[in-house]
Nanobody
Framework: QVQLVESGGGLVQPGGSLRLSCAAS????????MGWYRQAPGKERELVAV???????NYADSVKGRFTISRDNAKNTVYLQMNSLKPEDTAVYYC?????????????WGQGTQVTISS
């Protein structure tokens, strides 16, 4: 069973920065993609950023130019550097992994970490 452990959330002022980390552990043959999603109160969960097994990345339009996703393949860890944070970035951020174990692909979610942007 693969587990994801997230860290790095918190409370920051508008314009500040945070760095989220998510480490995957367990039986993983290969990682197809890792990414971050977020869910604000009363809203649906949405994609923030994803990085594929190579270096391909994809970002939500709302975070382009402010957020950067990166991966450490050796550690099965994904990071989200968030700069120029805005109050509308406030949400619970969830890590996601799409991986292969044997003949099957699986998807797992982290427990979520709260990010609050407020003065």
């Amino acid at each position: 069973q693969v587990q994801l452990v997230e860290s790095g959330g918190g409370l920051v002022q508008p314009g500040g920065s945070l760095r989220l980390s998510c480490a995957a552990s367990g039986s993983i043959w290969s990682v197809n993609a890792m990414g971050w999603y977020r869910q604000a109160p009363g809203k649906e969960r949405e994609l923030v950023a994803v990085v594929s097994s190579g270096t391909s990345t994809n970002y939500a339009d709302s975070v382009k130019g402010r957020f950067t996703i990166s991966r450490d393949n050796a550690k099965n860890t994904v990071y989200l550097q968030m700069n120029s944070l805005k109050p509308e970035d406030t949400a619970v951020y969830y890590c996601n992994i799409n991986y292969r174990d044997g003949a099957w692909n699986y998807v797992r979610w982290g427990q979520g970490t709260q990010v609050t942007i407020s003065s």
